[in-house]
């Protein structure tokens, strides 16, 4: 069959972040028929989600409906389905429900989960920030600790109560650490009558020697500085040995905690397995110059969950702009493909610089050419993020939130929803003493 | 011990709705020692609870933390905890996590839930709305209903999935089913490729002959035209008779649903079993021309909790108006009998009239002298309703919010969080089939 066959060809693509989202963007107008399947309704804005997980922001303002956004697509329809396997030699998709879908082409673009170094077994004591809903079950136990603990009378409990960790010095760690610190510093601090929200304490663990390792030396020695001003207290070049329902070891020293947040190590999710293709070390899925599958050359995989070294010493890194920039590279290669066009050169990333922001008014920028610290980085970040919010509506809604936060250091999204009560047992750790 | 004692004098309030609020509120800068104490950490704005299970505002626009409400009163701690159960004559108030609050006054305004006229087993297969947790779950079980509607094959599972019943015609019902069909009709119906979103049914049943039952009879039927014109099918006069997971039984006719919604009968909460003191027929408090509990004096019974028919004919209705006005008359009682100034007369209601809302742009109000309809009955209704909103910033954020799907149709807050696909196949009714 030619590839400028009449019948239009069938593209599914898995994953609605910034890869596949950019995969079926570049596509609009195209003559082809686009499937997007993701696990949930929505594209997220993930390097704000953090802001939702410290209730400065609501799901809504870093959230939008798939549907919503792909509104004018003609040629696109959205499905919010689990997909269990790829079946590469019949040429198809197969979701949870049974259903099975056909492609002529398929994007692979389902991301990285977090991955616990062999400890599975900590999963169960600790949070990782992947999803809204990962962000809002954070948000719940982070504010029900103070709650709780204004309610007892116990000073060892609401010690334990008010101390959270934080495990891995990246820009997560980092980001949740730095505005955990401001939320009981400044937002919760008036709040309180039996207990002071100041003095609970922030443990950042890294194992490495630095916080923030990918970034230029003198902008991580600038984080800690801004972290350790914050009130955070940064344990550097000490593994975490141990994690149970009350705390954490660090080294040798027990830390008993409320709330442990995980977020070290990543690993792809399982699409490698779901082709039978060869991973990489972080389980994702290997692939071409052109972002395609050696095995399967109609298949390709984008962003976090595809490991891509044609031509580089390393991995590109698992960032929101490589995914957006494969996946409009991969919708071209696409167009031209069914086209009949020649395919364009290999991908090549435009590396634009990095940030990380720490808490209300610091951040650092490495651009390479030059790099900024401090409250011009903080503004250079909000005004990039807030540009880069998908639609118009959330940059309005996050940018008088925003503003608001800023001036009154009040946080408008401190709701306990969920049946918070049930929980009090396992966070106060009624539970191990009796 | 005097009244004027030096001791300052311990007044618990249950419960931080309309009511609580008033008494605590009404209570500013008075020597006593305050405790709110409510299950949830946020005051609700509960007549604009329909919004958010209608995917129209996010939860954080009509909730705000309690805490943050109450900064300024130095008189107030708040608690969240669940009351289990008062001790009049230690006078003590018991918390479920073991602790006890002794009081010299104590207040009760908790409120009102949902009653099932006997048929308990209903509560499994329907819905209610009381709490926002209440509200997130309706609008995770309609948004997913078309999207598992999108993926089936099935033409009765697609019809089953995209039909959704609300029983009960007041002010709940009606706003609920008019925004129910305004979202399938208007905001989602162009973003379905293989549904049509339009053809969603929206059943309201009532088993009484009129909608609106509370209003003059030309408002009824006023509503009762708009509805029909927003697509929604009214049925009045027929009782529901059976509710299974699959749907219901209305008079005589079977409809299959994926969602109900039950918003019928009301019961008062457990307050008067507390106390051991007689209760009304829908089990409130029923309470003295001043709203004290006639066998203990120390203690108040406000809003929706209690049942107020001194001098009246029949008790007053369980409105925001009337737990407000009497919060804010308890608290004159108090500040009276604690400052030993003689007590204010019996509390009198003061009825500034009703409204209901049905859609995007029509309303009725009954204001007694002058009643309105259609477009500027909405307008009255939006604008009284943005003026009643607690907090500056909640108003701001819900105007925009409104403004935006008033000119677009669209909706801000159309997320799903929570593990939908687990629940997939109680909604499509596959175990009742396997």
Not at 277 to 294: H, K, L, W
Not at 359 to 375: E, M, N, Q, Y
């Amino acid at each position: 069959m030619s590839e400028q066959s009449s019948v239009r060809k069938k593209i599914v693509v898995v994953g609605a972040g910034f890869g596949g989202m950019a995969v079926v963007q570049s596509l609009k107008g195209v003559e082809v028929d686009i499937t997007l399947v993701d696990r949930t309704n929505h594209h997220l804005f993930q390097p704000l989600l953090y802001q939702v997980a410290t209730a400065a922001l609501s799901p809504a303002e870093i959230a939008t409906a798939t549907r919503v956004l792909l509104r004018g697509y003609r040629n696109a329809t959205v499905l919010m389905a689990e997909v269990t396997g790829i079946d590469p030699a019949q040429r198809l998709v197969r979701l949870a429900n049974g259903l099975e879908l056909p492609y002529d082409y398929l994007v692979l673009a389902t991301g990285a989960a977090y991955s616990f170094f062999g400890h599975d077994e900590w999963a169960a004591y600790t949070h990782v920030l992947k999803t809204l809903d990962d962000a809002l079950s954070i948000r719940e136990r982070l504010l029900s600790a103070f709650e709780w603990a204004e309610e007892s009378d116990d000073p060892a409990q609401i010690q334990r109560l008010m101390t959270f960790a934080v495990i891995g010095g990246g820009p997560t760690g980092v980001e949740l650490a730095g505005t955990m610190a401001e939320l009981a510093r400044s937002t919760l601090a008036r709040d309180f009558k039996r207990i002071d929200p100041r003095s609970a304490r922030i443990v950042l663990c890294e194992a490495g020697p630095r916080l923030l390792s990918a970034f230029p030396p003198h902008l991580s020695e600038y984080s800690l500085t801004a972290l350790r001003a914050l009130g955070v207290e940064v344990r550097l070049g000490e593994a975490v040995n141990q994690i149970d329902e009350r705390g954490l070891l660090v080294g040798n020293t027990r830390i008993d905690a409320s709330l442990i947040l995980w977020c070290a190590g990543t690993a792809a999710r399982p699409a490698a397995r779901w082709l039978g293709t060869t991973a990489a070390r972080n389980g994702a899925v290997q692939v071409a110059a052109d972002c395609s599958v050696p095995a399967w050359p109609e298949i390709f995989a984008i962003g976090d969950v595809a490991s891509y070294s044609a031509g580089r010493r390393a991995p590109l890194p698992g960032l929101a702009p490589v995914a957006k920039q494969q996946g409009r590279y991969v919708g071209g290669v696409l167009k031209a493909r069914i086209q009949g066009k020649p395919a364009p050169g290999p991908f090549h990333y435009r590396d634009f610089g990095a940030m990380a922001v720490i808490g209300r008014s610091h951040a650092i920028a490495d651009f390479g050419r030059f790099r900024l610290t401090g409250f011009f980085a903080w503004l250079t970040w909000s005004l990039v993020h807030l540009m880069l919010l998908v639609d118009f509506r959330s940059r309005v809604v996050v940018y008088w939130n925003w503003s608001w936060a800023f001036f009154t250091y009040g946080r408008g999204a401190r709701l306990l929803t969920g049946d918070v009560h049930m929980q009090h047992t396992a966070a106060t750790g009624d539970a191990a003493n009796s």
